[in-house]
């Protein structure tokens, strides 16, 4: 009797581990994101920081199984800390902070800073009935659950989550099961300063595989992650930036494009591209020859953007 009880358990618990594997990982896991100093004070800004989190074994705490949540402050080095703890009740992710260490940028950034509390990290329970009753309050103001969708993460098919934000419905950060947010992994839960650091997702890796890559960026494994060339921040435009890769003849963004239109530099239209929401778009599909142009980007918000670009 006791033999099969134990069977029961056994496949019920490797069941259950699975299942919670697509609801969020809890194991071989990272995280690689951007870690940079917004302010407005005219004094030089520290270098930007690659940092990463990362779930590797796991520790019973207060009878519940728990992951260990790693985080290092610069990618280059092997000088991770175990900051804190993940679990998974149903579909709600879970995260608890290491109360025995103290790190400055990192606890700067959380809401709540209660010892030994469970803090909501994700909520995977969300339906259709709660398309505009959950709020979520986020990078750039409060933000809306206003879509639920599936998207490809690896080989598997996994819930997107949309929120979009209330002022400016075409804003969006999305949360992917199995990943997190697409933003950054605690952003559900830490503070946005006016001034201070922020923190961007570049990439999530399972078991040494890349599964989902920023569109901003065009590496995960390099140590010094190369940023994309070209365009600045949008103007006037919280939060969103256009980006252009001359080797790949690649246009990007973080925010849906609407139009591109490429003119020569005697301001003759050459081409008039209409995207419909895409993210980035290769300039090889047009027959451009080498040389400089100008490319008025104009995004699904209304913004506009013109820089020159150099195409190879």
Request: aromatic share 12%; glycine share 6%.
């Given at each position: 009797?006791?033999?099969?009880?134990?069977?029961?358990?056994?496949?019920?618990?490797?069941?259950?581990?699975?299942?919670?594997?697509?609801?969020?990982?809890?194991?071989?896991?990272?995280?690689?994101?951007?870690?940079?100093?917004?302010s407005d004070s005219d004094d030089p800004l520290p270098p930007d920081k690659y940092i990463s989190y990362s779930l590797q074994?796991?520790?019973?705490?207060?009878?519940?199984?728990?992951?260990?949540?790693?985080?290092?402050?610069?990618?280059?080095?092997?000088?991770?800390?175990?900051?804190?703890?993940?679990?998974?009740?149903?579909?709600?992710?879970?995260?608890?902070?290491?109360?025995?260490?103290?790190?400055?940028?990192?606890?700067?950034?959380?809401?709540?800073?209660?010892?030994?509390?469970?803090?909501?990290?994700?909520?995977?329970?969300?339906?259709?009935?709660?398309?505009?009753?959950?709020?979520?309050?986020?990078?750039?103001?409060?933000?809306?659950?206003?879509?639920?969708?599936?998207?490809?993460?690896?080989?598997?098919?996994?819930?997107?989550?949309?929120?979009?934000?209330?002022?400016?419905?075409?804003?969006?950060?999305?949360?992917?099961?199995?990943?997190?947010?697409?933003?950054?992994?605690?952003?559900?839960?830490?503070?946005?300063?006016?001034?201070?650091?922020?923190?961007?997702?570049?990439?999530?890796?399972?078991?040494?595989?890349?599964?989902?890559?920023?569109?901003?960026?065009?590496?995960?494994?390099?140590?010094?992650?190369?940023?994309?060339?070209?365009?600045?921040?949008?103007?006037?435009?919280?939060?969103?930036?256009?980006?252009?890769?001359?080797?790949?003849?690649?246009?990007?963004s973080s925010l849906p494009m609407q139009q591109i239109q490429i003119y020569n530099l005697n301001g003759i239209l050459l081409?008039?591209?209409?995207?419909?929401?895409?993210?980035?778009?290769?300039?090889?599909?047009?027959?451009?020859?080498?040389?400089?142009?100008?490319?008025?980007?104009?995004?699904?918000?209304?913004?506009?953007?013109?820089?020159?670009?150099?195409?190879?």
């Amino acid at each position: 009797m006791k033999k099969i009880i134990f069977i029961t358990l056994f496949f019920l618990f490797a069941n259950y581990n699975v299942y919670s594997q697509d609801v969020f990982p809890l194991e071989n896991a990272k995280w690689k994101e951007l870690l940079h100093l917004d302010s407005d004070s005219d004094d030089p800004l520290p270098p930007d920081k690659y940092i990463s989190y990362s779930l590797q074994g796991d520790t019973i705490i207060d009878v519940v199984k728990r992951s260990k949540l790693y985080y290092s402050p610069d990618i280059e080095y092997d000088d991770s800390v175990l900051i804190g703890f993940i679990h998974i009740d149903a579909e709600k992710v879970f995260f608890r902070a290491n109360t025995e260490i103290e790190l400055s940028e990192y606890n700067l950034m959380l809401k709540d800073k209660t010892p030994n509390k469970d803090l909501l990290l994700y909520d995977f329970s969300l339906d259709e009935k709660d398309l505009l009753s959950y709020k979520y309050s986020g990078f750039g103001g409060t933000y809306t659950l206003s879509e639920i969708d599936l998207v490809s993460l690896g080989e598997k098919e996994r819930r997107q989550f949309v929120f979009s934000l209330d002022r400016q419905p075409a804003v969006k950060i999305y949360w992917i099961e199995g990943l997190g947010s697409t933003h950054s992994l605690f952003d559900p839960i830490i503070k946005i300063p006016t001034e201070g650091w922020r923190s961007s997702l570049i990439c999530f890796s399972q078991n040494d595989e890349v599964l989902w890559l920023s569109p901003n960026w065009i590496d995960c494994h390099t140590s010094k992650l190369p940023q994309w060339n070209g365009f600045d921040k949008i103007e006037g435009f919280e939060g969103g930036s256009i980006y252009y890769v001359a080797e790949s003849r690649l246009i990007v963004s973080s925010l849906p494009m609407q139009q591109i239109q490429i003119y020569n530099l005697n301001g003759i239209l050459l081409q008039n591209i209409p995207l419909n929401g895409e993210l980035h778009y290769s300039l090889s599909n047009h027959s451009l020859i080498s040389g400089i142009y100008t490319a008025t980007i104009r995004l699904q918000t209304g913004v506009v953007k013109t820089e020159k670009i150099i195409v190879k």
